[in-house]
């Protein structure tokens, strides 16, 4: 690294390198990031260690047994395992939904600008009224079985059934995200150089083949991106849960942030709403650490 | 050979505009909620007919009915928070961003570490204590309260990182060798080449902004500072809902969007190996 | 204390105008015509006018009335509405309050609430304004704002439920509407049944709930048959909802849902839209859900009492909004003249009614005077109305414990009508709240 940096620059970086213009550039960044996220969940380990019986205070200390008490809640428990199945689903679905639409809409179609934006359009609007327009939608006498009842089919239960309300979510959050990540993965093809896919027709590649051995490896890092910032978008994802089912039927949907939010908001159970928190929060971490393992590994 | 590439070009502008057809038609469903009574909303429901998209009698009611709940105020509120965060976040992720893909120095890690932590914590959590903070500095009720949490973006510097990265390095130290300084690299060189990224990291601020509904709950509470999407929750109350102006809402939020969509659009379609820097 | 106070609101303004100028640079260049709006809360104003802050849930325009008679009576004294979204009012009262923000002066509580919010130290006591308003104010609702003996705020409405039917559709399936009588109520098998026949001669429902899944509406199905509120014991912290009564009355309820004399699927906010669109054939609400049905083009519509189980006693909900004052509140004395106004004038408690029934005693017989003085419909309403609340009224649990029990009954009453066994839903929502409740006991 340091052969292939310039006599100049060398010069100028001593023992500390370039951290005096460092801290220009970060410093606003790093204080945004500390002040503004680090802080408030620290504070929220701290709050986790303490019991606020129905938010009277004084508190007192519980320690880890707030945390005991969390991991014998069933509740917390079925949350725990809705969260994996949700993420185990939606992640796969939507990154692969969204790069077969960001290939198809990276084609030079007549009107396609257009088509990309009514895609990404669902992301723009406040999710309390993408929530309104899919719980009317996936009403049992709703248009959504109106339209099966055309083809002669029977109508489906979504939200009202315990096997279908996590399936139908699925559905509301990927219209809802797929078109936002799409976008991302657009932008990413629209810097691979054309002439690669020149050569590999020329060597006889068929579509497939390019996709497969152009497009994958050069979108290398917008997938990157995609794959960590979706994982953890959906993993703190809750406000269609929250409207349109409110974790049910059966707790069927009941995912871990929906879980964090009624403790916090509706029971004001600030103790075990922050010990949710951070295992959440150490939930994403995991998953996160492992992605970037998995990322860096690939590339040699 | 040409002749099959239209036919096959023609095939995919048919797959395209049904697949954005679909993705559009619960919008379309709002927007013709907008134009109707309620009533005639929940009627045309069931069975299906093309009177469930279409509206029989068309009224602008609904807008009127909202603009003159103070509607517009709320528009004006979101929009003014989310530019400023827009071009306060862009500045501060960019510049962040490059400091971690290009300079060297010893923390590196750590501090890329704290910009990953940041973006998995659920911001909603721990909106709370945040939000008793903010009353102690009195950023209640004011445009800078609602803008800050959405400034400093884990989730766009680590994409514009990731960009970043992929510049040749070349080119900076040719600049340095011309004896830019690294403000002037980051500022000439990089931002130039980093159109796209740019939108798709403003896309992050814009989304996380405007769609913002708790944070803007706890801080905002005045009818003055309203934003966008606390005014269309109200119109849901304890004993029913406006649907109709709940649509109309949803339209004119959606339209904001759409139209700086498509303007941006031609950043899209400029690309790294266009502007002749790679390859 | 009061030159403290002063200083304190002289301190503000100056930080507020210094504030207002950074702001103002920072934001300059993106907008000049939008700004303050923060400033002010809470504070008393240059020329010694005092501003109150109201923080509540109603619709545009409910306290415009009330609001400019008590400002007309009371020049010194100004009153400035936050209005929160309804699903979120309890929850942003609470993290203000917590956070001990002054901007709080006035906020609206609902009845079942209050004892969570007096625990927690959240409501002033209103000592003698409670002494005032006995003989003023009707003594049920009264008696429900109370926690441990004091007042902590005072009622402004009460609510209760009726039957409306559509005559169209029951004439169409040749079934008798049901009795005016407020005495002589229809059974619910009974209704079901007259609501089977109307889908039968063509309505898409047979009935439908206002308030669906919502402990609020579904609290009488029980108490009709004895099973009480689901609440026992000491402080009414300890669970039982899985009776007989209580097995039976939502055993019946699974039934409408399984046989789809009742929709499924349908969030509260879409309940009414159902028969004001004129396909249902029953639908159980509030005398609020009138004014939408009377707007409904082609809709033929009348009222009778609230429904009762064979062999059960009558049972209707009850309670409402309650407005108290902030411990926070920097100008505790004005906000209760404000709540004084509101509640005990008649004239205020008037202005203050909106569409809803007040529980000052001249208002409330104004209420009645004005819908009986309509006739027709509306003075069947009335008789209905006066005699649910006389004698049929059934209150919210007041216990400290009410939110967690409301939120899970509210899941469990969600899960029964999706299909859920109702004996083994009630006993293992039962069995979840023996384990919350646990931390209320303490």
């Known amino acids: 690294m340091t052969t292939a940096t310039p006599r100049t620059a060398v010069g100028r970086r001593g023992r500390f390198g370039d951290w005096p213009i460092a801290v220009t550039f970060l410093g606003p960044a790093v204080l945004a990031a500390v002040l503004l996220r680090l802080w408030p969940a620290a504070r929220a380990v701290w709050d986790s260690l303490r019991s606020t019986p ?26 725990l395992k809705v969260t994996a199945l949700f993420g185990i689903v939606v992640n796969p679905l939507q990154i692969a939904v969204a790069l077969a639409l960001a290939v198809l809409f990276n084609e030079r179609i007549r009107g396609v600008g257009l088509m990309r934006t009514l895609v990404f359009l669902p ?25 099966l009842a055309l083809f002669g089919l029977g109508g489906l239960r979504y939200l009202t059934s315990p096997g279908q309300a996590l399936a139908s979510i699925v559905v509301v959050v990927s219209w809802i995200g797929v078109g936002y990540w799409m976008m991302f993965l657009i932008a990413g093809l629209k810097e691979i150089d054309p002439n690669l896919y020149d050569a590999a027709a020329l060597d006889g590649a068929g579509r497939w083949a390019r996709f497969r051995y152009v497009t994958v490896p050069q979108l290398r890092r917008q997938l990157a991106f995609v794959l960590v910032a979706d994982t953890v978008s959906n993993l703190l994802l809750f406000a269609p849960v929250q409207i349109l089912t409110k974790g049910g039927p059966d707790g069927s949907t009941d995912v871990l942030m929906n879980d964090i939010f009624e403790r916090a908001y509706t029971e004001a159970d600030v103790g075990a709403a922050a010990a949710a928190t951070v295992v959440l929060t150490a939930v994403a971490l995991a998953i996160v650490v492992v992605q970037f393992r998995l990322l860096s590994s690939g590339k040699d | 050979m040409a002749a099959g590439a239209r036919g096959g070009r023609v095939g995919m502008a048919l797959l395209g505009g049904l697949i954005a057809l679909l993705f559009f038609l619960p919008l379309w469903w709002a927007l013709a909620g907008a134009l109707r009574s309620e009533q005639e909303t929940f009627r045309t429901l069931s069975p299906v007919s093309l009177w469930t998209l279409i509206p029989g009698q068309p ?12 509607f517009g105020r709320a528009m004006l509120n979101s929009a003014v928070v989310t530019a400023a965060t827009l071009v306060v976040g862009l500045a501060i992720c960019s510049t962040a961003a490059f400091g971690l893909a290009v300079l060297r120095f010893p923390g590196r890690t750590t501090v890329f570490a704290v910009m990953v932590v ?81 939108v798709g990291a403003g896309l992050i601020l814009f989304v996380f902004q405007w769609q913002a509904y708790l944070w803007p709950l706890l801080i905002a509470p005045s009818p003055a500072m309203k934003v966008a999407p606390v005014a269309i929750a109200q119109l849901s109350g304890e004993r029913g809902a406006d649907f109709g102006a709940i649509f109309a809402g949803a339209v004119l939020t959606a339209l904001v969007p759409l139209l700086v969509l498509l303007f941006f659009q031609r950043y899209f379609t400029q690309s790294l190996s266009g502007s002749g820097t790679k390859g | 204390m009061a030159t403290s106070t002063a200083d304190r609101a002289a301190d503000r303004r100056g930080r507020c105008r210094a504030r207002g100028v950074a702001r103002r640079r920072v934001l300059a260049a993106v907008v000049a015509a939008v700004l303050p709006g923060g400033c002010g809360a809470g504070a008393s104003d240059g020329d010694g006018t005092t501003t109150l802050t109201f923080v509540n849930a109603q619709d545009q325009g409910t306290f415009d009335q009330v609001i400019a008679g008590f400002e007309r009576a009371n020049p010194g004294i100004r009153i400035r509405q936050e209005v929160v979204p309804f ?20 906020f609206d509580v609902d009845a079942p609430r209050l004892a969570a919010f007096a625990a927690r130290g959240f409501l002033v006591d209103l000592g003698e304004l409670g002494e005032r308003a006995r003989g003023r104010v009707d003594p049920e609702a009264l008696a429900g704002t109370t926690y441990r003996g004091r007042q902590y705020a005072l009622p402004r409405w009460t609510s209760t439920q009726l039957l409306y039917y559509n005559r169209g559709l029951l004439d169409k399936a040749g079934v008798a509407a049901p009795p005016g009588d407020p005495r002589s109520p229809m059974t619910w098998e009974d209704v079901a049944a007259a609501g089977r026949a109307a889908q039968a001669a063509g309505a898409r429902w047979g009935l439908a709930f206002d308030q669906i899944d919502r402990y609020y509406q579904l609290q009488p199905l029980p108490e009709s048959l004895g099973g009480g509120p689901g609440l026992t014991g000491p402080d009414l912290l300890t669970p039982q909802v899985a009776n007989p009564a209580w097995v039976r009355a939502f055993t019946w309820y699974a039934s409408l849902f399984e046989q789809g004399v009742a929709p499924r699927g349908v969030s509260p906010e879409q309940t009414g839209p159902l028969f004001a669109s004129g396909n249902t054939a029953f639908f159980v609400g509030g005398p609020w859900n009138a004014d939408a049905f009377d707007q409904a083009r082609g809709l033929d519509y009348d009222v009778a009492p609230f429904p009762v189980f064979a062999g059960g006693r009558p049972a209707s909900s009850t309670g409402s909004w309650a407005t108290g004052v902030s411990p926070f509140s920097r100008h505790q004395e004005a906000a209760k003249e404000f709540i004084a106004y509101l509640a005990l004038d008649p004239t205020g408690a008037w202005e203050a009614s909106s569409r809803n029934i007040p529980v000052q005693v001249d208002a409330f017989e104004r209420y009645l005077g004005t819908l009986r003085g309509q006739g027709g419909r509306s003075a069947r309403l009335a008789e209905v109305v006066a005699h649910e609340l006389a004698s049929n009224a059934v209150a919210r649990p007041r216990t400290v414990g009410y939110v967690t029990f409301e939120t899970a009954m509210n899941k469990a009453f969600a899960d029964i009508r999706n299909g859920s066994d109702p004996e083994r839903r009630l006993r293992a929502a039962e069995a979840e709240l023996t384990r919350a409740m646990a931390k209320y006991r303490g």
């Open chain 2, 118 to 198: 940041s973006f998995l914590i659920p911001f909603d959590a721990i909106a709370i204590p945040l939000s008793a903070l903010f009353r102690d500095f009195e950023l209640q009720n004011t445009h800078l309260g609602l803008v800050l949490p959405g400034v400093g973006n884990g989730f766009a510097v680590f994409l514009l990182r990731g960009f970043f990265l992929g510049v040749p390095k070349e080119l900076a130290e040719a600049a340095h060798v011309d004896g830019l300084g690294w403000w002037g690299i980051f500022w000439r060189i990089y931002l130039p080449l980093s159109k796209p990224a740019m």
């Open chain 1, 54 to 79: 129905f938010g009277l205070a004084p508190t007192t200390w519980v320690g880890l047994d707030q945390y005991r008490w969390l991991f014998t809640d069933p509740a917390f428990l079925n949350s």
């Open chain 2, 59 to 70: 009224t602008l009611g609904n807008f009127a009915s909202l603009v003159h709940g103070g």
């Open chain 3, 87 to 106: 699903d979120d009012l309890n929850s942003a009262v609470q993290y203000r309050l917590l956070s001990e923000d002054p901007g709080v002066d006035l």
């Open chain 1, 123 to 147: 992301v723009a609007i406040p999710q309390s009224v993408s929530a309104v327009i899919w719980a009317v939608a996936f009403r049992p006498d709703g248009p959504l079985n109106g339209v």
